[in-house]
């Protein structure tokens, strides 16, 4: 049957407060029992369970996740998305009472906390595997959605705009894991790859909600106009920063890179760099952020990207001088060289300036397509002579 959205069992669409969803008692029975500091604590979860369910998933991502083509990694981030879908379902067919009456109850209660706990590790394994592959400044787009995700946590109360977010939240996570992963299985990458990776995503997504339509007709048929266009701008919205180069160029990531006084491949595959030692306050410094070069001498800029081991794909280094006097990044030099996927610290290679002037400066690592995995800012100065130098192998 039809549900109407008037019937008093709709409204755990959205949620409800914590107490009655989890059957707590009331809090005279409960705080003289903790001490001060847990009532806080518990008070905290009992009012916000849903977002402490989001981070709950990103904080497990952030322990587990490691390599993106690797079949475990893949395989928690499928359990997220099957999850998330199957959770969804169960929570409005039990909104509904279209399941087994001695389900319905335990459905409303727990069905919302799994569902935002895959939302949490699949949206956090997005931004995981994104900020691997471009500079963290780039991914922006990712973090700002997880903040939007835990905003609409505390903020969103009436059913009709919650199911709006859930299914905004369900199809960028789709959308994320899908154009990540189909690289990774067919080894190529490029535009057409992204809207065929896209077009897939929106094919299960209608899938969805078919489905989700056999349970709650009347409600979608409602929401319809509001489903079509969220979905829309989603859509819209990862085409618009693929092709203005925002998202960054996934599968690919950037594992090291760094400006050296010289580099050096050996036959046995390892690479020397030298770099100029620190001071004591700096320990953990493994390349020069200001180079003090001699007349004559190159300088390197050096990165080791990671590929999947099916892709072969073109990297390029663009050198880049900042004007003092308008302050404007000027391209000096654009130089590429081709990786092959396969190892897992990543495909090294390295490319050489030997015309350059005293000033501020930054080697990009990008794809063909402009998009950015990392940069490093640096300095020249050959006013003053290099302090010794570091040999380190790699």
Known sequence: ?????????????????????????????????????????????????????FVL??????????QVDQFFDNAILAVYVVLAMVSMFVLYAGAAEKLPEAVILPARKYAPFMMQYAFGGLLSGMLIFYGRSGAWVDSWPYLAIILLAIYGNETIRDRSTRLLYNLAILFIGLFSYVVLLVPVISGLMGPWIFVGSGLLALMLMYGFMRLLYLIIPRFIELQMKSIVFILGVVFAGFNFFYFANIIPPIPLSL???????????????????????????????????????????????????????????????VWEYKDPASGKWVERYRLAYVITGGRSDGYRGYTLVNSYQNGKWRCSVETTRGQVLGRELFTIDNTISASSLVVEVK
């Open 1 to 53: 049957m039809e549900m109407d959205i008037r019937h008093p069992t709709s409204d755990l669409i959205s949620p409800t407060p914590a107490e009655s969803l989890w059957n707590l008692p009331s809090s005279s029975q409960v705080e003289p029992e903790l001490p001060k500091r847990s009532k806080k604590l518990w008070n905290f979860i009992r009012h916000h369970w849903l977002t402490v369910a």
């Open 57 to 66: 998933g990103f904080v497990i991502d952030n322990l587990t996740l490691n």
């Open 255 to 317: 594992k090291d890179a760094g400006v050296f006084h010289s580099v050096v491949k050996f036959e046995n595959g390892n690479y020397q760099v030298k770099y100029e030692e620190g001071q004591w306050w700096q320990p953990f410094k493994d390349s020069d952020s200001t180079i003090h070069p001699s007349t004559g001498q190159s300088i390197y800029c050096y990165a080791q990207v990671f590929a999947p081991t099916r892709i072969t794909t073109d990297i390029v280094h």
